[in-house]
């Protein structure tokens, strides 16, 4: 019967099974999976195969998960990035300092994530590095102007000049809507 199952599948030389038997003749499997046949028939075959323990998980299911693999390897792969959103250097020693080090960097990320799928939404194609080198080159200088009165000089702000493609991500993101209608919140400001 196995024979039948595994030579239907063209896998007989990558699985070695044998069938145990107990004192009570309860049955079980022994098997292993030869890796080296396993490389030499995804070769020849051209396809991925894919193996799992979950057996109540659809086809369909299998490989979502095995393509959401890539999205938390990306994620990882983008958390080690020397110039964006690293968790490198860390400066802490003890536990709690470190957990709360990482906790902030978790949340950074996620509000990377968020504001890349809103470019994204909008049209923006680059990868979550460009998005963040682009953002980093838009700046907002403070003028200071002097009025010749005693008192405080009147301070504003602008926006420096940015490319075209900036501007776009700025006002795509409401960068630019944000800078003229500046938040009022008590104790908070935006250009603190």
């Known amino acids: 019967m196995i024979s039948a199952v595994i030579s239907r ?30 490389a030499k028939l995804e070769e020849e ?14 086809t369909c299911e299998i490989i979502q998960a095995y393509h959401g693999q890539s999205i938390i390897e990306y994620t990882f792969k983008n958390m080690k990035n020397k110039r964006h959103l690293s968790f490198t250097p860390q400066y802490h020693w003890t536990d709690q300092k470190i957990k709360v080090h990482n906790f902030c960097c978790v949340i950074t990320y ?18 979550m590095d460009t998005l963040l080198d682009m953002l ?32 776009k991500l700025a006002e795509d993101l409401g960068i630019i809507k944000l800078h003229e209608r ?6 908070f400001g935006v250009y603190i």
Request: with cysteine.
């Open 45 to 58: 075959m051209g396809y991925r195969i894919l193996m799992t323990n979950n057996h109540n998980w659809s």
């Open 110 to 127: 996620l509000m990377t994530s968020l504001i890349y799928k809103t470019a994204r939404e909008k049209g923006f194609t680059g990868s």
């Open 136 to 167: 980093g080159n838009i700046r907002l200088g403070t003028i200071i102007e002097d009025t010749g009165k005693k008192g405080r000089p009147k301070v504003f702000y602008k926006l420096e000049e940015m490319e075209p493609a900036e501007r």
């Open 182 to 187: 500046p938040m009022k919140i008590k104790g």
């Open 9 to 38: 599948y063209k896998m007989q030389t990558l699985i070695e099974y044998k069938i145990l038997e107990d004192d009570e003749r309860c049955y079980g499997i022994d098997y292993t999976i030869k890796y080296e046949c396993l």
